[in-house]
C-alpha cells in the first residue's frame, strides 16, 4: 500500500483528482468505481473544476457506485443517487447511461445484486475505484463481520453508521437500516484503489485498517493484501499511524526519484 500524507483536507482531494485525471488520459474509457460520504466530495468538486477548466472528459468513462440505502428512491435527497447527480453527474458529459448505482427500490434483489456484478464485469471490471472509510473501518456497507470474498447484496447498517450518517436525515429514524452494497470481493477485484480519509475522527481507525491485523471486523484492512492500493490521507487522518515517518519518508523519495527519470 503506498501511503500519501497531505496536509489537509483540500490536499488530498487535490491529490486524488490529479490521479483520476493521469487515469483518465491514458484511458478514456476508463471504468470507475465511486462512492458517496463526505470525503470523496472534495475529489469530485476539483473533478467538476477539471472538467471546466482544463477540458477534462468524461464522455466514455463507465461508473460504478459502491452502494444505496435500501428503500430510497433516486430521487429522495439522502439517495445515493441524488448525491451523484447532484455533485458530479449533472456537472460533467458524463453519459447518464454509463453510470450504475444500485437501484434501492429492487424489488428482486438477489438477481438484481447478481445483474449488478454482471454488469461490472461485462465492463472488464473497476480500473480505479474510490473509497472512504466508515467510522468501524467499512468500505461501501461492508460492515464489521462482512465476508471479506463477499459480493454485492443486502446489509444491516450498524448502529455506529446509522448514528453517524444521521446527519444527512432529519432525524435518526429516518436513516435506512439496509443497503445494497458492492462487497469486499467485488471492491478488492479492482485494479487499482484509492482509499480516501481526512480529520481526526478516522484516525484511530485508519491505524487500525492500514497497520493493525487483516480482520473481518474492520473490513478496510482487507486493503493491505490488494497489490495496487494508494491511500490518500491528511495529517489529521494519520496522527495514529505508527509508521508515518516512514511513509513520508518513501513519498520524499519517489517525488526526487521521479524529478530525475
Ligand atoms: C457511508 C458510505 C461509505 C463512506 C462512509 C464514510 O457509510 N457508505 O462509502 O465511506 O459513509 O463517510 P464520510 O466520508 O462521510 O465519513
Redesign the pocket.
Known amino acids: 500500500m503506498e501511503v500519501i500524507i497531505k496536509k489537509n483536507y483540500e490536499a488530498i482531494s487535490e491529490e486524488a483528482a490529479r490521479v483520476v485525471k493521469e487515469r483518465l488520459l491514458e484511458k478514456p474509457d476508463l471504468v470507475l468505481g465511486l462512492?458517496?460520504?463526505?470525503?470523496?466530495l472534495g475529489l469530485y468538486k476539483e473533478l467538476v473544476r477539471m472538467h471546466r477548466e482544463e477540458g477534462l472528459s468524461f464522455k466514455k468513462v463507465r461508473t460504478f457506485n459502491?452502494?444505496e440505502y435500501y428503500g430510497l428512491s433516486p430521487d429522495h435527497p439522502q439517495s445515493?443517487h441524488y448525491f451523484m447527480n447532484a455533485n458530479l453527474f449533472s456537472q460533467i458529459d458524463i453519459d447518464l447511461a454509463n453510470t450504475h448505482i444500485p437501484d434501492g427500490l429492487a424489488k428482486n434483489v438477489g438477481k438484481y445484486c447478481l445483474e449488478y456484478e454482471e454488469k461490472i464485469e461485462k465492463c472488464g471490471g473497476i480500473d480505479l475505484q474510490i473509497?472512504?472509510?466508515?467510522?468501524d473501518g467499512?468500505?461501501?456497507?461492508n460492515e464489521p463481520g462482512s465476508s471479506l470474498a463477499s459480493r454485492t447484496r443486502i446489509k444491516t447498517l450498524e448502529e455506529q453508521?446509522v448514528k453517524?450518517?444521521s446527519r444527512f436525515f432529519k432525524s435518526i429514524d429516518e436513516v435506512p437500516r439496509y443497503?445494497i452494497?458492492t462487497g469486499v470481493g467485488t471492491v478488492m477485484d479492482s485494479k487499482e484503489i484509492i482509499l480516501?480519509a481526512s480529520g481526526k475522527n478516522?484516525a484511530g481507525i485508519i491505524a487500525k485498517a492500514i497497520e493493525g491485523p487483516v480482520t473481518s471486523q474492520i473490513t478496510a484492512s482487507i486493503l493491505q493484501v490488494h497489490p495496487q492500493v494508494i491511500a490518500i490521507l491528511d495529517e489529521e487522518a494519520t496522527s495514529s499511524l505508527k509508521r508515518k515517518d516512514y511513509y513520508k519518508f518513501v513519498e520524499e523519495g519517489v517525488k526526487k526519484f521521479k524529478k530525475h527519470v
Do not use: C, M, Q, V
Open positions: 462512492a458517496t460520504g463526505s470525503t470523496p459502491l452502494d445515493y473509497l472512504g472509510i466508515g467510522r467499512h468500505i461501501g456497507f453508521t453517524d450518517n443497503a452494497t480516501l478516522k
